[in-house]
């Protein structure tokens, strides 16, 4: 598609490349513990995406909220992380993003968890896993689709232990790493 003189799709994939590297960028800064810079660049990139508002941007703008997720939960602005969970959690769903919508779901689990909230963090550990087993195709999970499921029973197991469920924490142990996602004959069970 050409508009006076200039190919769109062109410029939307240099502006989606260039979120992506601000992004990255972004992620840099917070393992650098520059956490006020990494907030000022993903907030300044929220802007960006929200004024170009495509579709293929939307991506960008879930790895953004996720991002800055990060830096909120890090600078132990709770709040303002799970704020922006729910908006990471709101895009996913609109747009189908199963993957990033269990992921998500996994930091949700992750920042009650760290707020002592296990029931509720389990709750999301639970959603992640369902979804998992309603979206993913049983017969053939990737690499990405396996270590999600795998970390959403791990997680349940987890917060059933915090909440003194030790036998379904010791059967979410089994399951995790045994059911339904391997063969059987390299099902096994390890015991921390």
Do not use: W
Not at 153 to 177: R, W
């Amino acid at each position: 598609m050409r508009e006076e003189g200039c190919d769109v799709e062109e410029i939307q994939a240099k502006i989606h490349k260039f979120a992506l590297d601000l992004n990255d960028r972004a992620v840099q800064l917070l393992e650098a513990n520059k956490h006020s810079l990494a907030l000022h660049v993903l907030a300044k990139l929220e802007d960006l995406l929200i004024k170009f508002n495509y579709k293929r941007l939307t991506q960008v703008l879930i790895l953004t909220y996720s991002s800055l997720a990060s830096v909120h939960r890090e600078l132990k602005n709770f709040d303002a992380a799970l704020n922006y969970l729910r908006k990471t959690t709101s895009l996913c769903e609109v747009c189908e993003e199963v993957e990033d919508a269990v992921a998500t779901y996994l930091n949700v689990c992750a920042l009650f968890s760290q707020l002592g909230k296990h029931k509720r963090a389990l709750d999301y550990a639970i959603k992640a896993a369902f979804t998992c087993q309603e979206k993913f195709s049983r017969d053939n999970l990737s690499a990405k689709e396996l270590t999600l499921l795998a970390t959403a029973f791990y997680n349940m197991g987890i917060e059933e232990e915090f909440l003194n469920n030790t036998s379904a924490a010791i059967e979410l142990s089994l399951i995790h790493i045994s059911e339904p996602t391997r063969p059987l004959y390299i099902s096994y069970a390890v015991f921390c």
